[in-house]
C-alpha cells in the first residue's frame, strides 16, 4: 500500500503563487502516474493535472498555462507549481498515484488551498 502525503497549501491572495508537493512511500514510485485533483465546498472532486512515469502531462482547461506539473523522482515526490492564482482555485488539493503494473492506487489526505483578498 502506497502512502501518500501532501504539503504547501495555505492562505494566497489572488495573483499569488503556492507550490504543492506530494511525497509516496515505496520503491515503486518511478513507475507511477501521479496526478492531482481538487474539491471545492460542495463541488464533486476534480482532475487538475497529471504526469506519466515517463513525464508526458495533462492538464484541464481551468489551469492550463497557470500551473505546472512535475516530477523528482530522486525524492518520491511530485509537485504542482501554481501561479496566477484565482479565488475559484480555492478547494482541497488531493494527490493521486496509480501503478498499472500492480493494478494499485491510493489517494493522499488533502492540502487546502485557498485564493483570497
Known amino acids: 500500500q502506497v502512502h501518500l502525503v501532501e504539503l504547501g497549501g495555505g492562505l494566497v491572495q489572488p495573483g499569488g503563487s503556492l507550490r504543492l508537493s506530494c511525497a509516496a512511500s515505496?520503491?515503486?514510485?518511478?513507475?507511477?502516474?501521479m496526478e492531482w485533483y481538487r474539491q471545492a465546498p460542495g463541488k464533486q472532486r476534480d482532475f487538475v493535472a497529471s504526469i506519466t512515469s515517463r513525464g508526458s502531462t495533462n492538464y484541464s482547461d481551468s489551469v492550463k498555462g497557470r500551473f505546472t506539473i512535475f516530477r523528482a523522482n530522486d525524492k518520491n515526490t511530485v509537485y504542482l507549481e501554481m501561479n496566477s492564482l484565482k479565488p475559484e482555485d480555492t478547494a482541497v488539493y488531493y494527490c493521486?498515484?496509480?501503478?498499472?503494473?500492480?493494478?494499485?492506487?491510493?489517494w493522499g489526505q488533502g492540502t487546502q488551498v485557498t485564493v483570497s483578498s
Open positions: 515505496g520503491s515503486r514510485f518511478n513507475s507511477y502516474a
Open positions: 493521486y498515484a496509480r501503478d498499472y503494473i500492480m493494478g494499485m492506487d491510493a
